[in-house]
T-cell receptor, first 114, second 114 residues
């Protein structure tokens, strides 16, 4: 069983569309994250949720809206997609939100905006 | 502000050679955590090691070893007798106390040539 699974793996869409990426973890973790990896491989945190509550919200356009229906799920909805949104998006989870938490990552969603 | 520098963008070695990946960090916190993650060609990020700022003991795990030196703010990673399967992008990362915000370096792409 995959510990952190995200779908879809590839997402190709036109500018201006709205899309969602889903993430689920079966590790029983309390904390989930979204990270963005750009074309130069730079990884940056976008959001973090602990027990369904938002605890980190980096400077991300409000076109990006995370939703956590329960502890095991953290979905990412993106409105009005732009070319610059093209990247690989990683979902991750950890047991708790502490600074020393070990993160378990999903396999990534490669988003291409045309 | 926290910062992680991986000055080596790309490294190529011949199989069985030893290789060291450098990581230098900056933080104002006295308590912090350092990590290494591996991203193989398949794309997922895999946790390798975690150290806290109070534990400067070097660590060896099989062919992997880590050298943490607070005096030089470095947390270097050595692979002994490299193998083709070690080919990946390796990320050093820093997290500060209380912050659940893992800050990644820009990664070092390691290619092991058979």
């Amino acid at each position: 069983d995959t510990a952190v699974s995200q779908t879809p793996k590839y997402l190709v869409t036109q500018m201006g569309n709205d899309k969602s990426i889903k993430c689920e973890q079966n590790l029983g973790h309390d904390t989930m994250y979204w990270y963005k990896q750009d074309s130069k491989k730079f990884l940056k945190i976008m959001f973090s949720y602990n027990n369904k509550e938002l605890i980190i919200n980096e400077t991300v356009p409000n076109r990006f809206s995370p939703k956590s229906p329960d502890k095991a799920h953290l979905n990412l909805h993106i409105n009005s997609l732009e070319l610059g949104d093209s990247a690989v998006y990683f979902c991750a989870s950890s047991q708790d939100p502490a600074g020393n938490a070990k993160l378990f990552f999903g396999s990534g969603t490669q988003l291409s905006v045309l | 502000a926290q910062k992680v520098t991986q000055a080596q963008t790309e490294i190529s070695v011949v199989e069985k050679e030893d290789v060291t990946l450098d990581c230098v960090y900056e933080t104002r916190d006295t308590t912090y955590y350092l990590f290494w993650y591996k991203q193989p060609p398949s794309g997922e990020l895999v946790f390798l090691i975690r150290r806290n700022s109070f534990d400067e003991q070097n660590e060896i795990s099989g062919r992997y070893s880590w050298n943490f030196q607070k005096s030089t703010s470095s947390f270097n990673f050595t692979i002994t007798a490299s193998q083709v399967v070690d080919s990946a992008v390796y990320f050093c990362a820093l997290s500060e106390t209380g912050a659940n915000n893992l800050f990644f370096g820009t990664g070092t792409r390691l290619t092991v040539i058979p």
